[in-house]
């Protein structure tokens, strides 16, 4: 697990090809990945997954679910210009999150790491008629790194992913991407990542949507005057 710590700025779990990275391309190169979970299956797969939670408690490196929403490890120093780049350089201010994002970020502030079991009870989203909105809130968090997996906890017939908030559980990070500034940040990350690698267009693709909800315009409400007639009669006299 040591060396896996240092293989790359950044590396998916489970991925058989070359690019992007992974741990599995790494350790098991030129080998394709059987999924099977039975008798015949491949115990490497068992084994990394295992290794999965034994990383993401490190404090080495950081486990998110970032590349396509697949489980995704950072360096520290990566991590973190991500983490300022993403959020115009303001992570704090967490603006453009929607009412559920916030929600969930605001508990997450409190006590972290929490189950989803946990976090869904607290924020009220039990029940498969809330599952859509919860997803959709964990999703924008994970997008712009606002909060981390950091371990498992038993709460089910299977362990559940731990979740908590980057601020909580990294704040030496969270402390050094406030004060990076966005171009200085977006420097470190052109270094880490080449243009045609599929991590730096991801990057790119949500970097693109973040500005846009940065620089949109307020709507104003109209200021409410009299009414003028649109023709003037003696009789309105």
């Not at 790359?8 to 030129?30: D, G, I």
């Not at 502030?109 to 809330?130: I, V």
């Not at 950091?150 to 030496?172: K, Q």
Request: proline fraction near 5%.
């Amino acid at each position: 697990s040591t060396q896996a710590k240092t293989l790359f700025p950044y590396t998916t779990l489970f991925r058989s090809r070359k690019e992007p990275a992974s741990l599995w391309s790494h350790f098991y190169p030129r080998s394709p990945m059987r999924w099977e979970w039975d008798e015949s299956g491949d115990n490497r797969v068992g084994s990394l997954w295992h290794l999965k939670t034994e990383l993401s408690t490190t404090r080495q490196v950081v486990y998110t679910k970032w590349y396509q929403g697949r489980a995704t490890y950072f360096s520290k120093p990566l991590f973190t210009a991500l983490l300022c780049s993403l959020n115009g350089g303001k992570p704090a201010e967490k603006r453009g999150l929607s009412k559920t994002a916030h929600q969930l970020l605001e508990l997450l502030d409190s006590e972290s790491p929490l189950s989803t079991k946990e976090l869904k009870r607290m924020a009220g989203l039990q029940g498969k008629s809330n599952e859509a909105a919860y997803q959709r809130a964990l999703k924008e968090l994970w997008s712009r790194l606002l909060i981390v997996a950091f371990g498992e906890v038993e709460d089910g017939a299977f362990p559940s992913l731990a979740v908590g908030s980057t601020r909580i559980l990294f704040e030496d990070l969270w402390h050094k991407a406030l004060t990076l500034a966005p171009s200085e940040a977006d420097e470190q990350i052109a270094r880490a990542l080449t243009e045609k690698n599929p991590f730096f267009k991801f990057y790119r693709k949500l970097q693109k949507s973040t500005v846009a909800v940065e620089t949109a315009p307020e709507k104003k409400a109209r200021k409410k005057g009299p009414l003028v007639p649109k023709e003037i009669h003696f009789s309105d006299l």
